[in-house]
């Protein structure tokens, strides 16, 4: 007897007609049948399987699922994986930030572990950390340690601390710091990267070698570590020149290296071709497939697949924008450190939120990857025969509301802490409320602030989204579940959201509701807007750490080079000090006059800068062409003393593209000892 076509069925066929339930295959889950065909086929008021021609359909239930459990077909789920999430978004806010793992806060890791047995520390881009303590002994008047930093190789050390005393290594002796803090050739540093064989560190050999403590065989393959040696002074003086008591020791150090995939010379399976990166996207990459100790998946499953897409987003995240100020900065950059106690999701975050990132694994273990940048190209479609049903949430709760959004980031200028940007807020909804509804959106990864700021107006936009929900998908709408973007076209079962875009927020297998659950949120439609002069905001406060003389050191926040009429000059954002009764001075030399030598300081003083926006923003007079500068930055007082000249920048001058930026995070390749 054949299929007696209903009322609804027919509407179906009609609000539908010549709508394909696909989107473009770019993303890699390709193309499946369209409501037609499924129709055509047949239709007798149940699916009949194969629904689809996607290949991907049969592995995500034998790559994700595994087995034992319920049988589906000829398929075994277990009960577990059902629950498991196919897409993961970031999380910055609200109680699914509470409720997941997180890695350490930036302020924990300025004290070595002194456990027996300490966790593992790993990293990647720039962190401060000082690792684990592997030995502390004294010997005669010489106190002696050797802290593990992370326990695989880095690119380098940047800066030291003694507590929160920023020193400064000439060779392997620290030089005074605040006056005469630690003392000059006092105490000495010996770093390792690494290596693997790597070397041990003879001086301290030399104290414990007889002994058997710490011998040529405690070489530390594969692990970055530091070993110091101070020589304790006479007891009077003992406060003057450790004001702490013994030399809490933390560095900042430029960490993983990591394979680039868009690099053709770098081998996946070669570490040594590897470079180190700030990019998300390529660190991602390497926690997801590398990391010795992140989720180990097989490179050639989860990234060769769709390593197209890897690329591309890995350029989305370099793109460059513009900053009020002038010049430019990566669209994304990221930078933190974890240790083995917690899950390797918690660093994932990290990173997914560091560039407002997608992720989703398919079912033949490739994992598919969107940074946060709007693209139509990613917009999958649902339609009324993808839904068996669905939750929608027009409003938010009183307690849930958020009309105020405050950005917290991990901020160099103030020795890598937490630290607060300003903040986003809707006034027309404080008033109605009554008052302000503030909510911190966490990025422990990012280092600029900039950066944070973009980051939490993308994410104030979607919470001030009302329309959010679930979904409950049917297996024919199996690629949107591989979409970060959805378009709707409900016309009949849930026409308030017909046309709308949302964001798949999140995504699990649900059997029992007939397919999978979607977790979304409508997106907004200015989710990419930003005008720097506008929604930029002022740069955080660095409190001031004065010196001896009482005048603050001066921090550099940005530095370019602007090209003019056939010349050049170099721009330098500072950070404000917050005084008035000091005056901005500048100096700047040429890197290598020849045979590596650099050339004479050229000093400028600006008695009339006025701070704007939390900056002090000078220019220099003209400078060579074609050539690097290294620039710092200094405070002077009103009785004519020098605060600490700031850590040297440098910059690369052109008259022909005034839109070439090296800012302060610029690779290390650039940075010379000057």
């Avoid at 049969?58 to 077909?73: C, E, K, Q, S």
């Avoid at 490179?299 to 370099?318: G, H, S, T, Y």
């Avoid at 995504?507 to 979304?520: A, E, H």
Wanted: glycine residues 8%; proline residues 7%; contains cysteine.
């Amino acid at each position: 007897m054949a299929h007696r076509i209903t009322p609804l069925e027919a509407a179906i066929r009609e609000a539908l007609k010549g709508k394909p339930v696909s989107y473009n295959p770019g993303i890699g889950a390709f193309e499946t049948t369209t409501t037609q065909e499924f129709f055509a086929s047949g239709w007798n008021g149940e699916y009949q399987w194969p629904v689809h021609k996607d290949p991907i359909f049969v592995p995500i239930f034998t790559a994700i699922l595994g087995g034992g459990g319920i049988t589906f077909g000829s398929t075994t789920i277990t009960y577990a994986a059902i629950a498991s999430a196919i897409v993961t978004t970031a999380l910055t806010v609200g109680l699914s930030y509470l409720l997941a793992p997180t890695p350490p806060k930036p302020e924990d890791g300025r004290q070595p572990l002194t456990q027996a047995i300490p966790y593992r520390f790993w990293g990647v881009g720039r962190a401060r950390l000082a690792g684990a303590m592997m030995l502390w002994e004294t010997a005669d008047d010489l106190m002696i340690s050797v802290q593990a930093i992370v326990a695989h190789r880095i690119n380098g050390y940047i800066d030291y601390y003694f507590n929160d005393d920023k020193i400064v290594l000439t060779g392997n002796d620290v030089s005074a710091a605040h006056g005469n803090r630690y003392g000059t050739t006092r105490c000495q540093l010996y770093t390792r990267i690494g290596l693997t064989p790597e070397t041990a560190i003879s001086e301290i050999v030399a104290y414990f070698g007889a002994d058997d403590i710490w011998t040529d065989n405690h070489r530390g393959d594969g692990q970055a570590y530091i070993g110091m040696v101070a020589k304790s002074p006479q007891a009077e003086d003992f406060q003057s020149l450790f004001p702490y008591g013994k030399p809490a020791l933390s560095v900042v150090a430029e960490l993983a290296l990591c394979w680039d995939f868009r690099e053709p010379l770098q081998d996946p399976e070669d570490p040594s071709t590897w470079t180190f990166t700030e990019n998300p996207a390529i660190q991602l990459a390497w926690h997801e497939c590398f990391n010795p100790f992140g989720t180990k998946r097989d490179f050639r499953k989860a990234l060769l697949p769709v390593l197209d897409m890897w690329q591309e987003e890995a350029d989305v995240c370099d793109e460059l924008i513009a900053r009020a100020v002038g010049g430019s900065e990566k669209r994304y950059t990221c930078g933190g450190f974890d240790t083995t106690e917690h899950d390797p999701k918690a660093a994932t975050n990290a990173i997914l939120a560091a560039c407002d990132g997608w992720m989703c694994e398919r079912g033949d273990g490739a994992l598919l990857f969107v940074a946060g940048k709007f693209r139509d190209k990613y917009v999958a479609t649902l339609t009324d025969a993808d839904i068996v049903g669905y939750t929608i949430q027009h409003d938010v709760l009183p307690e849930e509301e958020v009309n105020r959004l405050v950005p917290k980031f991990t901020y160099p200028a103030t020795d890598y802490t937490s630290t607060d940007t300003d903040f986003f807020e809707d006034v027309p909804a404080q008033l109605l409320a009554g008052r302000p509804l503030p909510r911190d959106a966490t990025y422990l990864w990012v280092n600029q602030w900039r950066q944070a700021r973009r980051l939490a107006k993308r994410e104030f936009a979607r919470l001030r989204q009302k329309k959010r929900g679930s979904l409950d998908v049917r297996f024919t709408g199996i690629n949107a579940v591989y979409a970060p973007w959805v378009r709707l076209q409900t016309p009949l079962s849930i026409p308030s959201m017909n046309g709308k875009l949302i964001n798949n927020r999140r995504s699990v297998l649900s059997v029992q509701r007939g397919g999978f659950q979607m977790t979304f949120i409508v997106m907004p439609t200015d989710i990419d807007a930003w005008d720097p002069a506008i929604d930029e905001g002022s740069a955080p406060p660095v409190p001031p750490k004065p010196e001896s003389d009482g005048v603050p050191s001066a921090v550099i926040d940005t530095v370019y080079a602007v090209a003019s009429a056939g010349s050049a000059y170099i721009r330098v954002a500072i950070i404000d000090p917050n005084t008035a009764d000091v005056t901005t001075v500048l100096r700047y030399r040429i890197v290598d006059t020849g045979g590596g030598v650099p050339g004479a300081w050229i000093e400028q003083k600006y008695p009339d800068a006025v701070p704007a926006a939390g900056l002090i923003v000078v220019n220099t007079n003209a400078v060579p062409l074609e050539t690097q500068i290294a620039v710092q930055a200094a405070f002077i007082g009103s009785n004519g003393k020098y605060g600490t000249w700031s850590d040297s920048e440098i910059v690369y001058t052109t008259g022909t593209d005034a839109s070439f930026d090296f800012s302060v995070a610029t690779n290390s390749q650039f940075i010379f000892d000057v």
